[in-house]
């Protein structure tokens, strides 16, 4: 039986623009719910729709806490974060559909 997947993701509006932390159970529907403005609230009013960083982990726990962790931190680390992972902010959503 395969184990469940879990995600702690962070999208931006653009380069170095807002930031929106989540955690999900399906990556790439979440993205496409996120750009295609299928869910009322933060990202759809801001337009924070561009995928730059994700982790993922078998324990929802894990991607829950790692939000909260996240969401706590300087803008500062959080822009440290994504251009370790993605240096070049590109949209990693794109790579993941293929």
């Not at 999208?11 to 869910?39: A, Q």
């Not at 337009?47 to 324990?59: C, F, G, P, S």
């Not at 959080?78 to 251009?83: G, P, T």
């Not at 993605?86 to 959503?93: A, G, I, Q, R, T």
């Amino acid at each position: 039986m395969k184990q469940k997947q879990y995600y702690l993701y962070i999208t931006v509006s653009r380069k170095e623009g807002t930031l929106y932390v989540g955690t999900t159970n399906n990556l790439l529907k979440r993205i496409y719910e996120h750009k295609n403005n299928l869910i009322d609230g933060f990202t759809k009013k801001y337009n924070v729709h561009k995928l730059v960083y994700y982790e993922e982990t078998n324990d929802i726990q894990n991607a829950i806490q790692r939000e909260k962790q996240i969401k706590k931190w300087k803008r500062e680390w959080k822009m440290n974060l994504i251009k370790k992972f993605n240096p070049n902010w590109k949209d990693l959503y794109y790579d993941l559909v293929g």
